[in-house]
């Protein structure tokens, strides 16, 4: 009886996986996987490009080496190295000190790879030209990986009307090293270019898997929405050929982003090389690619790690080419990718970056100072008179952080793309950063405010914005969502949609969704904020 019921199990399996659709990419075949359970088919850590190792490490991204035969597409990838953000009570770029704590992280540095997710009839046959939604991990361009986001959840809020490509790129010191020499023998922002590199991946092989890639929108959370931020701005507004259509940012991240030169990035470069053992060598580049990824992930997880409370160190720079000047700028000037934008924001972006134990001594000027190194006493002041009525000194350092860094750059997007922007808000107490996820990606589990008229209406306004580039759009049309009718922003008597509750959590609360007008007095500080963007370096 155990033999016969090996054997059916055996042979189901064999029919199964002789049923599971297979891709010819041209350098790979690939083979996915059909879940029976609701004919979604999915392709994991699909390689769009070779293993950034040897001599390949700094530089750009390259095409992967052929290979035969057919490659399974059914386990999650490596994540790419991880490290985390600063916990230092002081700014160590202000002190120029540094300290030795370490912190091992199972990754690989070989993580070039992407996972795509869509509907299907049994046998995994794709679909006909659908939208695709391209999704960039969040995590302070530090931390994230692939195999923490299903895309099935995306396919089940967009009524299967969605192709959905979830990507991976170099993180920390392994992505994002900065300094002249990097210029001159590498590449600058290359977890950036990895993220490029796979957007042209899914111009080039998303119709293999039912795309189209002239309806593309990409979408990301926190430094994921930095990198939409990014994209947005890349080539001075003008990458060809056109990558996507649409933009969606959740909690837009846009920290201090230095001239690949200036002083902070060489101290850093300085500081990785130090830590690397490559000091004394006549060829800092050649030793740093000819160190052991494990030394080069201690010194990326021991220089982070000594960053400012809640802040991130190694991160994109504006390096003269891919970002040509800062990215507020380039916002300014109207010189940007793509055609719409979606973007929402959580109610206190900041809280969770700011210590909150040192609510005793917490001063709201002195951190202006500590978070921008090169912020001028006088703008200090300004900071002092923006936010001096706006609650305790502690409150004004969450706002500070949260609005100068997420909430605002936010606004300037909105404004980049006027016309053709919307904008809401996640309010679901506590309403810290990263508390919309679980709405989402739930990812298996309930979220917090496990309310289904709540999550269909937040949810569905991002598919439908991928679908039709409009939030408006029913996803369900015989079961609409709860959302009223969504307005274009506009900067003068603006309106965004709120997403709220009644009673919080609680089981009884009630999903409050409705528009309300963007705050005149939120609007006058993100305009200082971008006075002084030479002096904040965004």
Partial sequence: MAFKRLLVATTAALAAYAQSPVVDLGYAQYQGTVNAANNFTQFLGVRYAAAPLGDLRFRAPQPPATVSGVQAATTQPNQCFQASDGVSLTNPLETGTFGLQS???????????????????ATGAPPKDLPVLVWIHGGGYLAGQASGFNGDDILNQSNRNLVVVIIQYRLGVFGFLPGAEVKANGALNAGLLDQDFALRWVNTHISKFGGDASKVTIWGESAGAGSVLQHVVANGGKTQPQLFRGAITSSTFLPSQYQYNDAVPELLFKEVVLQSNCSSASDAMACLRAADANVLETANTQINNDGFFGTFLIIPVIDGEFITQRPTVSL?????????????????????FVDQATAATANATQYALDLFPDFRPSEADEVRRLYGGLGTEIFQENAIQGESIFICPTYYMLTAFLGHSYKAEFAIPPGFHGDDVAYYFPNGNAPPFNNAQFIDAFAQIFTAFAISQNPNTHVFPENPTITPQFPLWVPIGGREMLFNSTDGTAADSEPVVHTIPTSDALLVRCAFWDSVGASTAQ
């Fill in 103 to 121: 912190r091992a992280v199972e990754s690989s540095e070989d993580c070039l790879f992407l996972n795509v997710y869509y509907p299907s009839d």
């Fill in 332 to 352: 300014l000037e109207g010189k940007v990718n793509g055609k719409a934008l979606l973007s929402v924001t959580n109610t206190f972006e900041g809280t969770v």
